[in-house]
């Protein structure tokens, strides 16, 4: 039996992507390379925005069309999140959310033996454990994903994501230090953490994010990554205590949202613009080359032009190395979706390329900063017939020029930037060899492979 998985959303819904992947081979599926190919057709979805939702539904129709005769399972966060409206979706014959997704092998079983619509949605109950799925290995990526996290208690106004995900909880100490060690045996040399309110880990227990990323550190990675942060939880010791893990990558990306205070109040965000900007301070003080990137949200409802202007101020101020930008979009089942105040549509895309023209320049400076500095690189693939790509520690893309037989993937080499090409980083390699590689260099630094 052959499945197609199809993921829409964040890093943790690429993770679970992974485990479930890593949960069907164990129980003897093959993984299919087209939908036109599958048995079964499984889609994780996401819900954060009511566009991703038309996203996902078109696949779906899209799916059914190409593979008539397909099983199609339905999971994640809409389920959880709009189970009246999953189960009413002609092209779905499996609904679960985002729990005991163990049990998916099982639903497709007994489809299988019984074709007739399967609804296997559970609610979240207070005191809910971690779900401890496979460890996903992607053998086409050089990086791993490590779920250590789910769930979020600040119900911001906007969000419907603690609906769709429950309350948060954090996965054992013990089980990501194995997995961490599995991960290692795999030849991976860089971990991503990853989590629905990362910054969060361990609260529920006493730990703290310093202690799942010491855990991780003990496996013998040489790179660890954290995804996305929200400010809550990082304070100066834990910021403190993170600087001394030397395997811990200076990159931050800390969703700021707005710069506005009344908007950040309106949003339920629970920090202002100057908590968030002294959170940077404190971030810069023990990391002095990170790259520090952010969300940010345009025409909030009630957002005027004084507090758009706000935000651009306060992003100039900030220097933030990259910035995503969102148009609000009202969620049913939100608060904010019943504000009185909704903004133009029009209005939301002028602001929304305003910012974006001062992210790009703040973007660039921070680019041309990194001129003349050396970087440890992992590669991961050949870019083009002409360079390699990999990543620095501030995961800035790093592209070097390539020969025809060079196989640098998953290989860690110290690089100095020399200049830009394309919107991304370009240097020369610093050392000798890679391991993948029978080109030699002339040895101009440390051997870190």
């Known amino acids: 039996m052959q499945a197609y998985l199809k993921t829409f959303g964040c890093k943790v819904n690429s993770a679970e992507t992974e485990s479930i992947t890593a949960l069907l081979k164990n129980h003897q599926w093959e993984i299919a390379d087209s939908p036109e190919q599958a048995d079964a057709i499984i889609v994780n979805s996401c819900t954060v925005t009511a566009s991703g939702d038309q996203r996902m539904l078109q696949a779906l129709r899209k799916f059914r069309r190409c593979n008539p005769n ?19 979706l002609p092209e779905v014959d499996i609904l679960t959310g985002t729990k005991n997704r163990n049990q998916i092998p099982l639903l497709l079983e007994n489809f299988f033996r019984n074709p007739q619509k399967i609804y296997a949605v559970e609610n979240f109950l207070s005191g809910e454990m971690f779900e401890s799925l496979p460890q996903g290995m992607d ?9 250590i996290q789910d769930g979020c208690n600040r119900f911001c106004s906007y969000c419907i994501i603690p609906y769709a995900r429950g309350r948060c909880r954090s996965r054992k100490l ?14 991976y040399h860089e971990i991503i953490l990853c989590g629905i309110n990362l910054a969060c880990y ?21 790179r660890i990554h954290l995804s996305s942060l929200e400010p809550d939880g990082l304070t100066v010791e834990v910021i403190q205590q993170l600087s001394e893990i030397p395997q811990l990558l200076p990159h931050f990306h800390i969703s700021v949202q707005s710069g506005c205070d009344k908007i950040l109040t309106a949003m339920r965000r629970h920090y202002s613009s100057t908590e968030y900007a002294s959170l940077l301070e404190t971030i810069r003080k023990f990391f002095p080359e990170c790259a520090i990137t952010t969300d ?5 409802p009630n ?51 305003k910012l974006s023209s001062l992210a790009e320049k703040l973007h660039q400076q921070y680019l041309h900063s990194c001129i003349g500095k050396t970087f440890s690189v992992l590669f991961e693939r ?23 037989d060079e196989n640098f993937r998953n290989c860690i080499f110290p690089v100095t930037i020399t200049g830009i090409e394309q919107g991304k980083l370009i240097g020369v390699i610093q050392f000798s060899k890679c391991p993948n590689s029978s080109t030699n260099f002339s040895s101009a630094g440390k051997d870190i492979s």
């Not at 083009?384 to 020029?401: C, I, K, R, S």
């Open 296 to 300: 940010i949200m345009v025409g909030f």
């Open 202 to 222: 361990g609260q529920e227990s006493g730990l703290t994010i310093v202690n799942a990323v010491q855990a991780v550190a003990d496996s013998g990675v040489e």
């Open 382 to 404: 050949q870019k083009t017939p002409d360079f390699h790509q990999g990543h620095a520690e501030n995961y800035l893309p790093v592209l070097v020029p390539a020969n025809a």
């Open 139 to 147: 053998s086409f990526h050089t990086r791993a994903f490590l779920k």
């Open 70 to 88: 397909a099983v199609i399972l339905l999971t994640g966060c809409y389920v959880q999140a709009f189970p009246e409206n999953a189960s009413s």
């Open 174 to 187: 013990s089980e990501i230090q194995e997995l961490s060690r599995k991960i290692v045996s795999e030849q």
């Open 303 to 353: 957002e005027t032009e004084q507090d758009f202007q706000e935000t651009l101020a306060f992003v100039q101020e900030m220097q933030f190395a990259e910035i995503h930008i969102f148009r609000y979009s009202p969620r049913s089942g939100t608060p904010a979706a019943s504000s009185s105040g909704q903004i133009p549509e029009s209005v939301k895309k002028e602001r929304a390329e």
